[in-house]
């Protein structure tokens, strides 16, 4: 009997219940709606989604499942996160209307909750507060990080944010969002350079980019302005070429915010409610959660087999399962070398000695847009596409 598992936002492995190759092999099995896929074999040329462009690296459709399995289910483990974080604390962010708390208060006690969680293991944070300095315009004035990449939980950010709230803010109109994010890029850049942990910039914002006009920005002398939305966008558009994503978080209505998300790599930028206090925390809560969950989606570390059981790596097998809502079927993915190909593709951090399944640039936007989507990584029969070593 096989027992298919699904586990929303996390893995499924199945393991032969021999911990040997797969020395009879048993039928696909039809998708049957419980988790049992498999969708028919796809028409030369055609992807499960229906694209083309470019060769099948394999059959999407399947693999043959042997009937003597066990499962075992389990989340993907903690990788390590690094996240560059810059937050507005401009005027407007402390401005109270019609309560006693303003949007500052709102995120506050979330950022606050997020540095110190025991449960937020496996990150590290270096934050920027932005405006700030004896020349908010300038990119050097954001050079030096208000708290250096710390590893949570940690007390020294959960300070930080917490007394910010309490200093008189007099910056008037100026939101310099250009010339953090020129740093904070730089920041991500720097970090993934000595390691090979995933590392993300996140833009927190309450309004457009706004002052910094003429010759005071950029710092070169030209008088365009890059600190426009527009403008940012561009910054983000180049930092995405350089291998830095941007999470954006809009705090209330932002004009053309999903144009800054969109640039640096992720869709759809987040809103929060700053209208209703309590609102406020709960969005900004989900932001940060689905940050967290999109961040880990690409990489999934091995878990320890079941005693007496081992890993082969040549009987490993990665399907993808939209949500429901998608109305899609589920289908196999590719091993490839190249995870930048266009198509649905998996590998391994390492064929000859493998701790993680790596995910495709492809298949992880469609988790980014599917954030309910299922990935099960299957062990028992031979590999669906050959594992290049």
């Given at each position: 009997?096989?027992?298919?598992?699904?586990?929303?936002?996390?893995?499924?492995?199945?393991?032969?219940?021999?911990?040997?190759?797969?020395?009879?092999?048993?039928?696909?099995?039809?998708?049957?709606?419980?988790?049992?896929?498999?969708?028919?074999?796809?028409?030369?040329?055609?992807?499960?989604?229906?694209?083309?462009?470019?060769?099948?690296?394999?059959?999407?459709?399947?693999?043959?499942?042997?009937?003597?399995?066990?499962?075992?289910?389990?989340?993907?483990?903690?990788i390590p996160i690094n996240l560059v974080m810059a937050v507005d604390v401009s005027d407007s962010m402390f401005f109270q209307s019609g309560s006693s708390s303003n949007t500052?208060?709102?995120?506050?006690?979330?950022?606050?909750?997020?540095?110190?969680?025991?449960?937020?293991?496996?990150?590290?944070v270096s934050l920027l507060l932005f405006p700030t300095g004896g020349n908010p315009c300038s990119e050097s004035t954001y050079e030096q990080p208000t708290v250096s990449l710390?590893?949570?939980?940690?007390?020294?950010?959960?300070?930080?944010?917490?007394?910010?709230?309490?200093?008189?803010?007099?910056?008037?109109?100026?939101?310099?969002?250009?010339?953090?994010?020129?740093?904070?890029?730089?920041?991500?850049?720097?970090?993934?350079?000595?390691?090979?942990?995933?590392?993300?910039?996140?833009?927190?914002?309450?309004?457009?980019?706004?002052?910094?006009?003429?010759?005071?920005?950029?710092?070169?002398?030209?008088?365009?302005?890059?600190?426009?939305?527009?403008?940012?966008?561009?910054?983000?558009?180049?930092?995405?070429?350089?291998?830095?994503?941007?999470?954006?978080?809009?705090?209330?209505?932002?004009?053309?915010?999903?144009?800054?998300?969109?640039?640096?790599?992720?869709?759809?930028?987040?809103?929060?409610?700053?209208?209703?206090?309590?609102?406020?925390?709960?969005?900004?809560?989900?932001?940060l959660a689905q940050i967290q969950q999109f961040a880990v989606k690409g990489e999934y570390v091995l878990p320890e087999p079941p005693p007496g059981k081992s890993f082969v790596?040549?009987?490993?097998?990665?399907?993808?399962?939209?949500?429901?809502?998608?109305?899609?079927?589920?289908?196999?993915?590719?091993?490839?070398?190249?995870?930048?190909?266009?198509?649905?593709?998996?590998?391994?951090?390492?064929?000859?000695?493998?701790?993680?399944?790596?995910?495709?640039?492809?298949?992880?936007?469609?988790?980014?847009?599917?954030?309910?989507?299922?990935?099960?990584?299957?062990?028992?029969?031979?590999?669906?596409?050959?594992?290049?070593?």
């Open positions: 009997m096989k027992a298919w598992i699904r586990c929303g936002g996390g893995i499924a492995i199945l393991l032969c219940s021999l911990g040997l190759g797969c020395g009879s092999k048993g039928s696909t099995p039809p998708f049957n709606g419980e988790g049992g896929p498999t969708p028919g074999r796809p028409e030369e040329g055609v992807r499960p989604d229906g694209s083309g462009g470019g060769p099948i690296l394999c059959d999407h459709s399947g693999v043959d499942i042997q009937d003597s399995c066990i499962s075992l289910t389990g989340k993907p483990e903690p500052y208060d709102s995120i506050s006690k979330v950022l606050e909750k997020f540095f110190s969680d025991p449960a937020s293991k496996g990150f590290k710390t590893p949570l939980p940690s007390t020294n950010l959960a300070s930080a944010i917490a007394n910010e709230a309490k200093k008189q803010h007099n910056n008037g109109s100026c939101t310099p969002t250009a010339p953090v994010t020129v740093q904070a890029i730089q920041m991500v850049n720097s970090i993934q350079a000595r390691t090979s942990e995933k590392t993300f910039f996140v833009l927190v914002t309450d309004g457009e980019p706004a002052g910094c006009k003429g010759k005071t920005y950029p710092e070169e002398g030209s008088t365009f302005n890059y600190n426009t939305t527009d403008g940012v966008a561009l910054l983000l558009r180049d930092g995405l070429k350089k291998g830095v994503k941007t999470y954006v978080i809009g705090l209330g209505q932002v004009e053309n915010i999903d144009r800054m998300a969109s640039e640096g790599g992720t869709q759809n930028a987040f809103t929060v409610n700053v209208n209703n206090p309590e609102q406020a925390a709960t969005d900004f809560a989900n932001a790596a040549d009987e490993i097998n990665v399907r993808y399962t939209p949500s429901p809502k998608s109305g899609g079927k589920p289908f196999y993915l590719c091993y490839s070398a190249d995870l930048k190909v266009a198509d649905d593709v998996w590998a391994f951090d390492n064929p000859d000695n493998p701790t993680k399944v790596l995910l495709g640039d492809q298949i992880q936007d469609k988790m980014i847009k599917d954030p309910n989507s299922v990935v099960d990584i299957i062990q028992g029969c031979k590999t669906n596409s050959p594992i290049a070593r």
